[in-house]
């Protein structure tokens, strides 16, 4: 069973608030990835790691920020939250050398009101 | 990084094998099959990977043609319970982007 977290799993947030969605794995994983899903979509790459101080964004482009300063933790910020960022937010990770075996997070549902 | 094509859905009733094929033309010789498993507001998860010929474990058998332009992911005898969506994707474990694409939504009836 992979060991990987994310906090909270629901929140409702006003708009104009600031959040940080939390991730952490405890299997020492160097790649770490924040995919973005609404309802019955596909899901969408928004950022990811490869190690530590390493942060790239995705394919689909988010006003959110990430950060790696420690192997195990990749927690996305969200500076001012809008309507528009009501989605479901899954955390995933996998170890170079395991060719795309990705172990994902049970994900949270961000409502912004 | 080679596309995938799968069927939107696809219906089946419990006890019934689902077999799901994907295509993938212009896939490379470091590329692996991967398939994953995704319920309603949960994660995707891993189910099975092969490279060629086939593969089999616990939940699925992976079938894959000497040419690997396509691979057929089985499900054995489903229930209630596999009803999911089902993401064939191809890679060489070096992209940082995986497409997983809109999969292929399995409902089961009883």
């Known amino acids: 069973e992979a060991d990987i977290y994310q906090t909270p799993r629901y929140l409702v947030i006003g708009t104009g608030k600031k959040i940080t969605l939390e991730c952490s794995q405890t299997?020492?994983?160097?790649?770490m990835y924040w995919y973005q899903q609404d309802p019955g979509m596909e899901l969408h790459l928004i950022h990811y790691?490869?190690?530590?101080?390493?942060?790239e964004k995705g394919d689909l482009s988010s006003e959110s920020t990430v950060s790696r300063i420690r192997t195990e933790h990749f927690p996305l910020t969200l500076e001012s939250a809008r309507p528009s960022h009501t989605s479901q937010y899954l955390c995933a990770s996998t170890q170079s050398g395991q060719r795309d075996e990705q172990y994902f997070g049970p994900g949270t549902r961000l409502t912004v009101t | 990084l080679a596309k995938t094509t799968q069927p939107i859905s696809m219906d089946s009733y419990e006890g019934q094998e689902v077999n799901i094929t994907c295509s993938h033309n212009?896939?490379?010789?470091?590329?692996?099959i991967t398939w994953y498993q995704q319920f309603p507001s949960q994660g995707p998860r891993f189910i099975i990977q092969g490279y060629k010929t086939k593969v089999t474990n616990e939940v699925a058998s992976l079938f894959i043609p000497a040419d690997r332009k396509s691979s057929t992911l089985s499900l054995p005898r489903v229930s209630l319970s596999d009803t999911a969506v089902y993401y064939c994707?191809?890679?060489?474990?070096?992209?940082?982007?995986?497409?997983f694409g809109a999969g292929t939504t399995v409902t089961v009836r009883a």
């Open positions: 994707l191809v890679g060489d474990g070096n992209d940082y982007k995986l497409s």
């Open positions: 212009n896939i490379a010789t470091n590329d692996y």
């Open positions: 299997m020492g994983h160097d790649k």
């Open positions: 790691s490869y190690g530590v101080n390493s942060t």
